[in-house]
């Protein structure tokens, strides 16, 4: 085990888009668990655009000058509960840290499945995963056959968004990202029909050319101008999944969205937000549909992975900026080796 453990703490509020200045690499010796928890030395982090909501001043924040929080994978090293056992692997949330102390019930247990890689529980089988699946399955409720939009298409949510509905049997697939390369993969990979840079021009134009009879649901990662273009696209009873507003994480004066509203009683519309943590009893679920794509090949892994948890904070400014492909994972430098 190391012998030095470091965490991330946050020491300060940013106003607009973070810096690492921000942040605080801390080094302490590894706690020591106390009767009824466990030591985990962690493996591998997510970085997540929710981490930026609580960077601010909001209930449920982070607090200053603490460790952060996120979803982790880690191997317990010592044990002072008959509930977890050493050397087992465990989920927990109590991340960006190199060394977390947890009871059980703070873990869960991950099953192996043959063939799936543990950074799967971070991405395609993990909170990114299932939020795609929820907003697909419980939100949408999406039907064969059925057209989509989906924005920041070449994140995590989006990308398995896009696979998660070309096995559910989506029809025309639209998405919206970043870069020529980030639509080239999506296109070529990832199975969506058509992708188109935001940065290109107008959303609705550029949407109008890219699905030029209407979608049927629009999965949005992103709100702004591209909701606004998402309404206008959008066939009768059609759906909006709202998972994000990322464009305004880092410009919350940005104004609102415009669009005619009345295309929400003309056309049926119905749109509807939803917080994954409030659908984690789908979660074996999500493995029963996965799972067996993962082992035949038929589903892919798209991520990002960073190597050492000295460039956490690095990953996850890079992730808000758009550099990422799919999910990003940070992984411990030990677990890169042959």
Known sequence: MNETALTVHQTARPHGFPTAEHFALVESTPPEPAAGSALVENLYWSVDPYHREMMDDVPGGFALDAPLEGRTIGRVVASRTPGLAEGEIVFHRKGWRTHSVATPQEIRRLPRFEGVPLTAYLSTLGGTGLTAYVGLTRIARLQEGEDLFVSAAA???????????????????????????????????????????????????????????????????????????????????????????????????????????????????????????????????????????????????????VDGFEGIVHAFLGMLRGENTGKIIVRDRTRSRP
């Open 155 to 305: 994140g995590g949510v989006g990308t398995a968004t896009g696979r998660f509905a070309r096995l559910l049997g989506a029809g025309r697939l639209v998405g919206s990202a970043g870069s020529a390369a980030k639509a080239d993969h999506l296109t070529r990979e990832v199975g969506y029909d058509a992708v188109f840079d935001y940065h290109d021009g107008p959303a609705a134009d550029l949407l109008g050319k890219a699905a030029p009879g209407g979608v049927d649901v629009f999965v949005d990662n992103v709100g702004g101008e591209q909701l606004a273009a998402a309404m206008g696209a959008l066939r009768t009873f059609g759906r909006i999944v709202r998972v994000g507003t990322i464009s305004q994480y880092n410009t919350p004066d940005a104004p609102a969205p415009r669009f005619n509203y009345a295309d929400i009683v003309e056309k049926s519309l119905r749109m509807e937000g939803f917080l994954v943590s409030n659908y984690l009893d789908l979660q074996e679920e999500l493995y029963d549909f996965a799972v067996p794509h993962l082992q035949s090949g038929r589903l892919a892994l798209d991520e990002t992975v």
